[in-house]
């Protein structure tokens, strides 16, 4: 009889094609991984994984295998969402969100939370990749598009609206037709932000590339060139101000995330409710800016 530990290594494994790639969602070395798949392969009297070069593949039995053991998963996460309902506020909540939204928005704004609740403990991940709410990688997710995801509960927080943003010195020591602009990476072209920045290029280069809004803020401040970045961001640091565009850029959508199961248990309710009330009492700045400065600078046409 295969135990529930080894289960989950076999399903992450399958998942992930690397015994590397599993040790690090696992938190062990990827020698115990190797190890505990081949005692679970002798347990069965099954060879589960073709071991090629390229990583772990399944076999025709470890895919059969996957199958029951998925629904293994779905009630022990089941019987985990129950157990955490207990009716005292403490515990941990994990709240997901984007790198932005995790350095630049929610800290600073969650330390009156701790003051209201301090024996509920926050675990906020700014990560690109969407986690899954199903598989509980998350107790709470905020997100920038609306989810595909079914059995979940979402609800519409309102938006965020971006604009070109500079920093003073940059602005007043360069000429419009000279700017030089920051976006992000080849990989993230099908990003909106970035495709409404080329559209404001018109085949002018992009000097300055990176992978998150964080880093573009930094570059912004820095001097580096022109940014996309969100109002919340730019009409709030003193250091930036705001460059002129052609056109508008089309807002994203925050979307809050919960799995049903999960929604009323008291920590995370607090949690929930805190975080309504927050995006609503900040729903002017997210859109357009609290207090927008006047723009100062013109794209060159």
Known sequence: MANWDDIRLFLELAREGSLSAAARRLKVDHSTVARRIATLERDLGLRLFDRLSRGYALTEEGDTLRTSAERMEQEAIALQRQASGRPALQGTVRINTTPMFASLFLTSRLVEFR???????????????????????????????????????????????????????????????DYGFIGYDEALGHIAQQQWLEAQLRGRPIAFQCSDMTTMYHAACADMGVAVLPHFIGTTDPQLRRVAAETASADRDIWLMVHPDLRRAPRIRAVMDYLVALFERERNLLASGAAARPRRRALPS
């Open 115 to 177: 003051r209201l609740h301090p024996d509920i403990r926050i675990a906020l991940s700014g990560d690109q990749r969407l986690v899954n709410l199903n598989r509980r990688e998350a107790d709470i997710a905020i997100r920038l598009a609306k989810p595909s995801e079914s059995g979940l509960i979402a609800r519409r927080m309102g938006s965020v609206g971006f604009g070109l943003y500079a920093s003073r010195r940059y602005l007043s020591t360069t000429r419009p037709r």
